[in-house]
């Protein structure tokens, strides 16, 4: 099977532009969860989609939000952006809901930088 | 979920078993211990999970001790591609947990 697919990988934006980032999870996989890496603050949870729902949901700002699609497909959007935004963006995809026994999968990332 | 600590780094010369410790005092009876690496530039990468039984699998083997509050998870004959951040993560399953990752550790595998 093809593993957990994002697009694009590297990406450059100003501040106050928006961004859309896609993950395309493994075949089969219906949990799709997001993640920003900064070397500040590690690696931090942003949200989780299940059928096309988000089921769970980090602390980050009303400006980061997501959604899926009914092939399992899933993109997140960043409004605004500010330069604190520059991270690596990481999705990573289960088969069952991301709190389950179900291992993880993530994907290479996007790396976003905001100038 | 519990915290973990961790060391911050490790060496290990290749060809030697690399142990990694991971201290999860407040760990609760229905918490798991997992571990993730994450090599330079890549996505983590599951490698183990456990609740209190040692387990092995075709990348590490993980040891629990009796009262559950640390674990060292085990690579018997590192290589030079296991050097990465180590993460170990202490999670409920079930429900909407998710994986709250902390600093790891930086093993180096040197020649």
């Known amino acids: 099977k093809a593993g957990v697919t994002q697009t694009p990988r590297y990406l450059i934006k100003t501040r106050g532009q928006q961004v859309t980032l896609s993950c395309s999870p493994i075949s089969g996989h219906r949990s799709v969860s997001w993640y920003q890496q900064t070397p500040g603050q590690g690696l931090q949870f942003l949200f989780e989609y299940f059928s096309e729902t988000q089921r769970n949901k980090g602390n980050f700002p009303g400006r980061f939000s997501g959604r899926q699609f009914s092939n399992s497909r899933s993109e997140m959007n960043v409004s605004t952006l500010e330069l604190g935004d520059s991270a690596l963006y990481l999705c990573?995809?289960?088969?069952?809901?991301?709190?389950?026994?179900?291992?993880?999968?993530f994907g290479p990332g996007t790396r976003l930088t905001v100038l | 979920d519990a915290k973990t600590t961790q060391p911050p780094s490790m060496d290990c010369a290749e060809g030697r078993a690399a142990n990694l410790p991971c201290n999860h005092s407040?760990?609760?009876?229905?918490?798991?211990v997992y571990w993730y690496r994450q090599i330079h530039s890549q996505g983590p990468q599951y490698i183990i999970h456990g609740l209190k039984n040692n387990e092995t699998n075709e990348m590490a083997s993980l040891i629990i001790t009796e009262d559950r509050k640390s674990s060292t998870l085990i690579l018997p004959h590192a290589t030079l591609r296991d050097t990465a951040v180590y993460y170990c993560i202490v999670r409920v399953v079930g429900g909407y947990s998710t994986l709250t990752f902390g600093k790891g550790t930086m093993l180096l595998v040197s020649p």
């Open positions: 407040t760990i609760s009876g229905n918490e798991y």
């Open positions: 990573a995809s289960s088969e069952g809901l991301a709190g389950g026994y179900n291992e993880q999968f």
